[in-house]
C-alpha cells in the first residue's frame, strides 16, 4: 500500500470537525490569492510590474500573492492591485451556512443565522476606476 494522494489525505483530515473549520476559515483568503495570481497571468504581467504600478516592491507582491501568508492585505491594496490588472472589487456578504447530521442545510434554522462572511469577488474595471460595492444577497 503506497502513500495516500493528497486528495485521499484531505478528504480524511476533514472528516475532524477542528480541522474542517480551520480549512474553512482559512479558505477565503486563499481563493482571493489564487484569484489575484490568476488576474496578474492573464493580463500578461509579471509581479515585478504589478509592483511598479503600486509603487511597491516586488517581494511585498510575493507576499500578498503568497497562499501561506498570515499577513492579510488591506482592501485598498486589493483595490490597486485589481485595478494594475483591468478590475474592480466587489464585496458580497453571504450567510454562513449550517449543517445537519446529514451534511444538508437544515431549513428551520437557515432564517435563524446572524453570522456573515464576506466575499470578495473582482471583476473588470469599468471606466478604468475602482469602486467598492456591498449587496445583501
Known amino acids: 500500500m ?21 480549512y474553512e476559515a482559512l ?10 495570481i490568476a488576474l496578474r497571468q492573464q493580463a500578461g504581467l509579471t509581479q515585478e510590474k504589478i509592483a511598479n504600478a503600486l509603487h511597491t516592491q516586488k517581494s511585498n507582491i ?12 488591506k ?3 486589493i483595490e ?13 456578504f453571504v450567510p454562513k451556512k449550517t449543517y445537519n447530521k446529514k451534511n444538508t442545510v437544515d431549513p428551520k434554522t437557515w432564517h435563524l443565522l446572524c453570522g456573515k462572511f464576506v466575499t470578495i469577488h473582482l471583476s473588470p474595471a469599468r471606466h478604468g476606476r475602482v469602486s467598492r460595492e456591498c449587496r445583501d444577497e
Open 80 to 92: 490597486q492591485y485589481a485595478s494594475a490588472v483591468g478590475y474592480e472589487v466587489e464585496i458580497n
Open 62 to 73: 510575493s507576499c500578498l500573492e503568497n497562499a501561506s501568508s498570515t499577513r492579510s492585505p
Open 2 to 22: 503506497g502513500r495516500p494522494t493528497f486528495a485521499e489525505f484531505k478528504r480524511k483530515a476533514l472528516t475532524d470537525p477542528s480541522v474542517k473549520e480551520e
Open 27 to 36: 479558505s477565503s483568503a486563499y481563493k482571493l490569492r489564487k484569484k489575484l
Open 75 to 77: 482592501l485598498s491594496t
